[in-house]
C-alpha cells in the first residue's frame, strides 16, 4: 500500500448554501464518511433543493415536490 498523503494545513473550506452553514464533511481511512451535521438535516435540505430524476416520471411527484407528507410504507 501506498503512503497516506498529508494535506495542506491552510486549505480553504469549500463554498456551501446558507441553509448548512459549518458542514464538514470528511473519509477516514476505512472510507465512512464522518459528518459534524445531521444526516437528517442534510437530507431534509436535499429533498428541498434537488430534483430526484428517477421520481420525475411518477404522476404525483408535482405533489411530492410541493411538500405534502411522504405515503408511509406498510
Known amino acids: ?32 464518511i464522518k459528518s459534524n451535521m445531521n444526516i437528517e438535516k442534510i437530507n431534509d435540505f436535499l429533498d428541498k433543493n434537488v430534483d430526484d430524476k428517477k421520481l420525475a416520471e411518477r404522476d404525483d411527484y408535482d405533489e411530492m415536490k410541493k411538500g405534502k407528507k411522504k405515503p408511509k410504507k406498510s
Open 1 to 32: 500500500m501506498s503512503k497516506k498523503e498529508k494535506k495542506p494545513a491552510n486549505t480553504p473550506k469549500p463554498r456551501v448554501h446558507k441553509e448548512l452553514q459549518g458542514l464538514d464533511i470528511t473519509i477516514d481511512q476505512f472510507g465512512e
